[in-house]
């Protein structure tokens, strides 16, 4: 199912085929996808925009993360998208699976 996500995104209109290749390659390097979250663990919801991003490789990117704290472990989930999307969907969508993770964990 992730792949046919990623698929879905290399086909996309509006974004340009160069940035596509570039998120795709990014999602696919585990260690920097680690060393671009380590920080945010446990720091609730965290927005970071082009070159306030800690990594070069994320320049051209943002990163919206959101801590999810449960009785047996704590989470972390992102989304790593283009600097022009709907920060507010983005948002509303990672409080939604947050809340259903907490609820499951229950």
């Known amino acids: 199912q992730a792949e046919d996500g ?3 995104l290399v086909r996309s209109r509006g974004l340009g085929d160069v940035y596509k290749r ?4 990014l999602m ?3 260690n920097l996808m680690l060393e671009a979250l380590k920080g945010r663990y446990g720091r609730g919801t965290l927005v970071t925009i082009g070159r306030e991003n800690r990594l ?3 320049e051209e990117f943002s990163l919206v993360t959101r801590a999810v704290p449960g009785p047996a472990c ?8 283009p600097m022009r999307m ?3 969907l983005v948002l509303s969508l990672l409080d939604g699976m947050a809340h259903e993770l907490r609820r499951l964990q229950s």
């Open 22 to 25: 570039q998120l795709v390659r």
């Open 28 to 30: 696919g390097e585990k």
């Open 86 to 88: 709907s920060y507010r």
């Open 56 to 58: 070069g490789e994320l």
């Open 74 to 81: 704590d989470g972390l989930l992102g989304v790593l998208g």
């Open 6 to 8: 990623i698929r879905d």
